[in-house]
């Protein structure tokens, strides 16, 4: 994508888009082009667009909803129109005005945000490749604005969201390959090591090779770090569940909550997507991120239930629900993080329960944190990018359900609280270190998509995390 930045509107462009917040609209502003007839029908309600033609040109009229309630997510969602209307005429160019304002700056932001997020596309469609190629925006002119150093950082951001909307959209049997391509080529200053099946063999990754079993992919864990800031100390880890399917194993799913489970990676390809950002951006930041990588599957070498496991961190774990996979390969993943990377906190994220689907839906992602401070940065930092997030009470008497008779836990609890029981179970792993849990079930890959999300993958956790990380790395 390529951006402009012009002092005045140009004499020719192939499409204009001119802001109008609701309430009665005049047409002056505007003098030079004839708008008063298309106005007299335009209420400027939030993401209302009329496209009229002018000679050889055309003008998008796009409404902001009410002024007063202005928000920076509101003007990523008014412009999102903006794009999708360009996209649906196959239009590459577009020119923006800006609505007049006070927070300029962050609506600004929040503008270019919302236009990059929706120049996305991802089909498998036989047509869009010959006979209807979807058109995506190659250049931007933004009228009236200074050139700003934002644009690349947010055009940085949203490539890393769409890298994660790629890996999550792709074919469950593509995945593997795709992320150890992808985990290889991240960034020059990108360490990346690769434990594959004997390493993690050797290593006594019990969980992560037992939730593998069925599988006729290897298991994989990939770490990836990104030392910006070598003089210190500070090591923040990422860790994401990478299960590229999830069929539920012996336990398994039914049809209709299976559809939806090659998006299981979510989480890994997020924490993967995150170092590659922060990578690009030169944030000055220690950060690894830690993706193990399996299907969970069925066949006649699954996992069983009643059967024990023993944990990279030593603890026995009763199988009783092999569709509890998530947990395990992630306390697998945590422990080792915690006796290998020495690190001064731990985040993971996950598509872990559907009990936190049931909770929050899907425009909301929970939190299970350890640590007052880090659950404060987090929630901060969510508040910043508008990715939702809302912290669960920690109420560790409900691990009591774990209780297993021949083993130190069992896998799974009851039907109640089940995405805060998850992260308890999590927790377990993660010793003394300051931890946080996200559960991105709702969020990650959602039925219907909307707004500046044009597919079922959103990439929902990277804009967060960046901010995280920008907000709490070295000054
Ligand atoms: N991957 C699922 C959770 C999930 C559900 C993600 C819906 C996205 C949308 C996870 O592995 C799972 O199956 N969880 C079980 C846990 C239960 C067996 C304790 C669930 O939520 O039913
Ligand atoms: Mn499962
Ligand atoms: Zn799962």
Redesign the pocket.
Known sequence: MKFAFSPNLEKSFEMLVIPFWEGPIAAAEYSSLELSAALKDFTGKNGESSLLYQGSQRVLLLGLGKKEKATVEALRRAYSSAVRCASSKKIKHISILFPTCKQSGEFLQGIIEGLLLTNYSFTYKHDSLKTNPIVLLEKITLVGVQKTDYVERLLTIVDGVHFVRDLVNSNADDKIEMFLKAAKNLHPKVKTTVLDKKKLEAGKFGLILAVNRSSSLDPHLVQVSYKGDPKSKEHIVLVG?G?TY?T?GL?L?PTD?MV??K??MAGSATVLGAVKTAAELGLKVNVTALAPLTE?CIGSKSYKLGDVYRSYSGKTVEIN?T?????LVLADAIAYAVDKLDPSCIIDLA???????VALGDDIAGLVCNDEILAESLLEASECTDELLCRFPTHNEYLDDFKSDIADLK???G?EA?AI??GLFLQEFAGQVPWAHIDI??P??VPKPKFYNTTKATGYGVRLLLEYLEANGGA
């Open positions: 569940k299960v999830d539920g336990s799913k909550g939806s489970m998006c299981d969970n629900n569709d509890a996979e998530g947990r598509t872990l329960t559907g009990a936190c689907v896998n799974s609890s039907r089940g029981k998850a079930a709702g990650a890959y």
